[in-house]
């Protein structure tokens, strides 16, 4: 297969990656299985994510991206080979153009690690592009116009906002807090309240399943299995939408505290925009359901979810590919 060009919105918890003309090609959770004495990529994607929690101690399951930042090399580089593989075929005549989505407070360090991965994984070249504005774009924000716009994209290692005028970003935040530190409040109030200790995917399904932002009149009810902290033996309890919603407090009030301190930064003239079109909230994490409601709530400036939040950013490096020449200056950094 002859493909010029591939985005990748690279994520702590799922890798989509975005080939022009064709769309979003693949999806998969950011997970490698990798077999400890030969030190040997096993599976990767929703294989290894299978994996998790179930492995011997000759395999160890690594999620090679932490907060949005490659903290494992060795294993992002093979996973993104895995996925250019996947879609372009390994026996291909022509090195790809890589577009790569990264957070808006990554390092000049981070950003490097993301560029030589994605050399090393068989580019010919690699762009890296912040996330914020990619997401907007993949939301069909006109970003290029006078008129400000605020963008929030709650990923799965970082919630990333910022406020867009012509072309670039005007004030930002990005905090590590996201979808994983969701599932890691949930796991530790289930923990404490039931003295039952659940695994990251079992706290996932139930962020996924019951999960709200707000307490709601109507309840609803999951029952969950773990391991009891007392007897050590496997136990089932009911938990309710309700004690989601409070075990979510503390990262949801992190969440609006970056929001916040975006919006005071915010020059008047932006300020008057942002309140008359609201905020975008785009990534996996702002399918959380009545999070837009909450999020208005607490800072009184309207909130919409974008049409598709989880492939924003993946359709965005689409976009900026297709269209090189003019965001080559404002958004990007070139090997």
Same mark, same amino acid.
């Given at each position: 297969?002859?493909?010029?060009? =591939?985005?990748?919105?690279?994520?702590?918890? +799922?890798?989509?990656? #975005?080939?022009?003309?064709?769309?979003?090609?693949?999806?998969?959770?950011?997970? $490698?299985?990798?077999?400890?004495?030969?030190?040997?990529?096993?599976?990767?994607?929703?294989?290894?994510?299978?994996?998790?929690?179930?492995?011997? @101690?000759?395999?160890?399951?690594?999620?090679?991206?932490?907060?949005?930042? *490659?903290?494992?090399?060795?294993?992002?580089?093979?996973?993104?080979?895995?996925?250019? @593989?996947?879609?372009?075929?390994? #026996?291909?005549?022509? !090195?790809?153009?890589?577009?790569?989505?990264?957070?808006?407070?990554?390092?000049?360090?981070?950003?490097?690690?993301?560029?030589?991965?994605?050399?090393?994984?068989?580019? !010919?070249?690699?762009? $890296?592009?912040?996330?914020?504005?990619?997401?907007? =774009?993949?939301?069909?924000?006109?970003? +290029?116009?006078?008129?400000?716009?605020?963008?929030?994209?709650?990923?799965?290692?970082?919630? /990333?906002?910022?406020? &867009?005028?012509?072309?670039?970003?005007?004030?930002?935040?990005?905090?590590?807090?996201?979808?994983?530190?969701?599932? #890691?409040?949930?796991?530790? #109030? &289930?923990?404490?309240?039931? +003295?039952?200790?659940?695994?990251?995917?079992?706290? /996932? /399904? $139930?962020? *996924?399943? =019951?999960?709200?932002?707000?307490?709601?009149?109507?309840?609803?009810?999951?029952?969950?299995?773990?391991?009891?902290? =007392?007897?050590?033996?496997?136990?089932?309890?009911?938990?309710?939408?309700?004690?989601?919603?409070?075990?979510?407090?503390?990262?949801?009030?992190?969440? &609006?505290?970056? *929001? !916040?301190?975006?919006?005071? @930064?915010?020059?008047?003239?932006?300020?008057?925009?942002?309140?008359?079109?609201?905020?975008?909230?785009?990534?996996?994490?702002?399918?959380?359901?009545?999070?837009?409601?909450?999020?208005?709530?607490?800072?009184?400036?309207?909130?919409?979810?974008?049409?598709?939040?989880?492939?924003?950013?993946? !359709?965005?490096?689409?976009?900026?590919? /297709?269209?090189?020449? $003019?965001?080559?200056?404002?958004?990007?950094?070139?090997?």
């Amino acid at each position: 297969m002859f493909l010029r060009k =591939i985005g990748i919105d690279l994520g702590t918890c +799922n890798s989509l990656v #975005f080939v022009p003309g064709k769309g979003i090609v693949l999806q998969e959770p950011s997970v $490698v299985a990798v077999t400890l004495a030969e030190n040997k990529i096993l599976a990767v994607g929703q294989e290894a994510k299978e994996m998790t929690g179930r492995t011997p @101690d000759t395999i160890r399951v690594y999620r090679p991206l932490k907060d949005g930042v *490659i903290a494992d090399y060795k294993v992002a580089q093979a996973m993104l080979k895995h996925f250019i @593989d996947k879609v372009s075929g390994s #026996f291909r005549f022509l !090195k790809p153009e890589l577009m790569i989505g990264v957070p808006a407070g990554i390092t000049s360090t981070e950003r490097r690690a993301v560029i030589e991965a994605g050399s090393w994984a068989g580019a !010919k070249q690699v762009f $890296v592009a912040k996330e914020p504005i990619l997401a907007a =774009i993949g939301a069909g924000i006109p970003i +290029n116009s006078y008129s400000g716009y605020m963008v929030v994209d709650i990923g799965g290692g970082t919630s /990333e906002v910022a406020v &867009i005028s012509l072309g670039g970003i005007v004030t930002s935040s990005s905090v590590r807090v996201a979808g994983d530190k969701m599932d #890691f409040a949930i796991a530790n #109030f &289930i923990k404490k309240k039931y +003295n039952l200790a659940i695994g990251e995917r079992t706290a /996932e /399904e $139930v962020k *996924i399943k =019951i999960g709200t932002a707000q307490p709601k009149k109507q309840e609803e009810f999951l029952e969950i299995r773990g391991r009891d902290l =007392i007897s050590g033996l496997p136990k089932n309890v009911k938990v309710s939408s309700n004690e989601v919603a409070e075990a979510l407090a503390e990262p949801l009030s992190d969440i &609006i505290k970056a *929001i !916040k301190a975006v919006l005071w @930064d915010t020059p008047a003239e932006l300020s008057a925009d942002v309140m008359d079109k609201g905020m975008t909230l785009t990534g996996g994490g702002s399918i959380l359901r009545n999070i837009d409601e909450l999020i208005a709530k607490s800072t009184g400036v309207p909130c919409f979810l974008a049409a598709d939040p989880l492939s924003c950013v993946a !359709k965005g490096t689409g976009v900026v590919l /297709e269209n090189l020449e $003019v965001y080559k200056k404002s958004i990007m950094s070139k090997k």
